[in-house]
């Protein structure tokens, strides 16, 4: 299982990224991939999750409306659109997969990829 994410950025309060992951040596049919990011000096946070049999969408209360999962299963990707950033976003924003469902407890991931850094400037 190996996972990279990339995309990150610097960008305004108000702005827009996208986010990916791109997963190899598995199926996003047997792995659900979530997203947990870490802002400086905090603990990880767990933001979103995308489930693997049928593709159902979680999101933590903090992103809710702002955030979209989505994936691809032909290409083995995994994409986090960010909608209006805030500063409070900002972190390393890292992918990680589990067998099967999500789970809102980020340490319940066995698989993660390097994150990638997003800094919104207010």
């Known amino acids: 299982v190996q996972l990279q994410a990339s995309g990150g950025g610097l960008v305004q309060a108000g702005g827009s990224l996208r986010l990916s992951c791109a997963a190899s040596g598995f199926s996003l049919d047997l792995y659900a991939i979530g997203w947990v990011r870490q802002a400086p000096g905090k603990v990880r946070e767990w933001v979103s999750c995308i489930s693997a049999r049928d593709g159902t969408t979680y999101y933590g209360d903090s992103v809710k409306g702002r955030f979209a999962i989505s994936r691809d299963k032909v290409k083995n990707m995994v994409y986090l659109q960010i909608d209006n950033l805030k500063p409070e976003d900002t972190g390393v924003y890292y992918c990680?997969?589990?067998?099967?469902?999500?789970?809102?407890?980020?340490?319940?991931?066995?698989?993660w990829g390097q994150g990638t850094q997003v800094t919104v400037s207010s």
């Open positions: 990680a997969a589990r067998q099967r469902v999500c789970n809102s407890d980020w340490l319940q991931y066995s698989d």
